[in-house]
Each structure stands twice: as structure tokens, then as C-alpha cells.
């Protein structure tokens, strides 16, 4: 799960700047037009269902879907790397107001010739993750 590949470094380093709480480097690491899709599909951050594309979207997605939780843990068991992508399999725990709340899926990341995050695409149900919502 560790083998240098340029989409798992650069999927990391997005990780690494949830966790960070630093919105700029994390911002760094995506393509002028890049698209998020997380979860993929219609969701309460994304009505439409067309995802966020290019910074100042995907901007907006930070402030919306990350910068209000205390932490994010990336709980990511397996990677399969191949081509320029990289998918994982696990979870993302995210704590807030006291909540806990466990997101398990797929994660996919897909960087440029330039090594840029140029698609993320969370496949996670929101429901079933809700189910999972608990006291700290």
C-alpha cells in the first residue's frame, strides 16, 4: 500500500493536508480544473450531483464539507494502483460537535502528467454513514 506510485504520493499529501487543517496546500495539490465528486452523485454537498470542478468549487467543497470538523481520519486498509490512479478501500472518520461519524468506501484519485489531483471520486453512502454517527 506504500510502493511509491505519483497518484498515491499525491493522494497522500491530500490526506496529510485534511488532516493538517491547511486548506491552502490542499488546494495546491489539485489541477486548475480539477473535479471532486465526493460522495459521488447527489448529496447534501452536492445537489446536483455534478461535483465540484476546478479551485474555486472544490474551494467551496473545503468549506462546506471539511473545515467545519475538529479531525478526519483517513482509515484506508488497501490500495490498488495502476495507470495514473490510485483506489483505496477503508474509511474516513470525521469528528464534530461532540459526533463521530465513520464514512467507509472506495476512494479514487487521479493525478495529471504534471503529478496534479485531477479527480477525487468518494463512492460512500451518506445513509449508511449516518447510521454509524455516535458520541466521541
Avoid at 479531525?71 to 460537535?97: K, P
Wanted: hydrophobic share 40%; proline share 4%; aromatic share 10%.
Amino acid at each position: 500500500m506504500t510502493a511509491p506510485h505519483p497518484a498515491r504520493t499525491a493522494s497522500q499529501a491530500l490526506l496529510a493536508a485534511v488532516q493538517a487543517g491547511d486548506k491552502d496546500a490542499w488546494l495546491d495539490l489539485f489541477a486548475e480544473d480539477a473535479l471532486v465528486e465526493d460522495p459521488v452523485g447527489a448529496s447534501g454537498f452536492d445537489p446536483a450531483g455534478k461535483g465540484h470542478r476546478g479551485r474555486d468549487a472544490i474551494s467551496a467543497f473545503w468549506d462546506k464539507a471539511i473545515a467545519h470538523n475538529e479531525s478526519i481520519e483517513f482509515r484506508y486498509e488497501d490500495s490498488f494502483a495502476c495507470g495514473n490512479e490510485v483506489a483505496y478501500t477503508g474509511m474516513v472518520r470525521s469528528r464534530n460537535g461532540g459526533q463521530v461519524l465513520d464514512a467507509e468506501g472506495v476512494f479514487i484519485y487521479r493525478v495529471n502528467e504534471a503529478g496534479k489531483i485531477d479527480s477525487l471520486r468518494a463512492f460512500w453512502e451518506m445513509e449508511r454513514t449516518m447510521q454509524t454517527m455516535r458520541p466521541a
